[in-house]
């Protein structure tokens, strides 16, 4: 991976720190529940996971941040965000997780992260699922979240997450294992449990470790709001990116040639301008 510059151009820097929420951007977007789950140190909080009891199963909200509600598209912030491709992480160091952001820190640490009890502008995917974890509707929402806690994967004691109106961790991993039981047992082989000590990571390919329950809720939560979105945008007839981390090579079109091609082929950003529950 070709490593890029920490800093980012001067007037990139200056353009970030000029935007900020108006009013008005939370005024049609519906306020939803959530908290975070990450590493101890992770400066940029960019996902929320919310579980809730129906009457026929569950509803489950992962929630991300908008940041088309600051950035817009074409402006020098996006398209120096389109070169870095995503933001590359390179493990602790000395305690502190280091990466080069896609994002201004102004931007991907404060403004769009999703801090505790911060109002921010979010996407949301929304599944609704009965008691066996089949999924029977899926609704992508414009929102809005106030994290009601910022958990490390270290805090996972099965206790109730505090200010948030939703169930015990322990129903959190109860789902998401039957979650992964129902995924394997379609076939897929990816990010399983084998014996203790083993398992496997996104390719199938065997690893020696093993996946702590924060991970796991996480883990499950983030595959469903991909695997839904998926499904989503098949029904409505939708081209869309298909992200594989891995897929670097001489083959794989490069980030600008793949929106160039969505756009051409899909009636996708008018589809998200009207986008409520569908």
């Not at 950035?71 to 996006?78: C, E, F, G, L």
């Not at 979105?229 to 990116?241: D, G, H, M, S």
């Amino acid at each position: 991976v070709e490593l890029l510059p920490q800093k980012f151009p001067r007037e990139v820097e200056k353009m970030a720190k000029l935007l900020d929420f108006k009013p008005e951007l939370f005024e049609d977007r519906e306020a939803v529940s959530g908290f975070t789950v990450d590493d101890a140190t992770s400066p940029d909080l960019d996902d929320a996971i919310h579980l809730q009891q129906t009457p026929d199963g569950w509803q489950a909200d992962i929630t991300i941040s908008d940041v088309d509600s600051l950035v817009s598209k074409d402006s020098y912030i996006d398209k120096t965000a389109l070169d870095r491709v995503a933001t590359q992480y390179f493990g602790d160091i000395k305690g502190k997780k280091v990466a080069i952001p896609m994002l201004p820190k102004v931007l991907s640490e404060y403004r769009l992260s999703l801090h505790e009890a911060q109002l921010r502008p979010t996407m949301t995917v929304r599944v609704w699922l009965n008691t066996d974890c089949q999924v029977q509707k899926i609704a992508l929402v414009k929102s809005c979240l106030r994290s009601s806690r910022r958990m490390a994967h270290s805090d996972y004691h099965g206790a109730k997450i505090v200010g948030d109106p939703g169930l015990p961790m322990n129903t959190y991993l109860q789902f998401a294992k039957q979650l992964a039981t129902r995924r394997w047992s379609q076939g897929s082989i990816g990010m399983q449990s084998l014996r203790p000590g083993f398992n496997t990571d996104e390719e199938g390919m065997i690893r020696q470790g093993s996946v702590s329950a924060a991970n796991q809720i996480v883990q499950e939560f983030m595959i469903l709001a991909n695997t839904s979105v998926a499904k989503f945008f098949q029904e409505y007839q939708q081209v869309a990116p298909f992200r594989v981390h891995l897929a670097v090579d001489a083959h794989t079109p490069t980030r600008r040639q793949i929106i160039e091609e969505v756009e051409r082929n899909s009636d996708y950003l008018s589809l998200m301008d009207n986008l409520r529950f569908i």
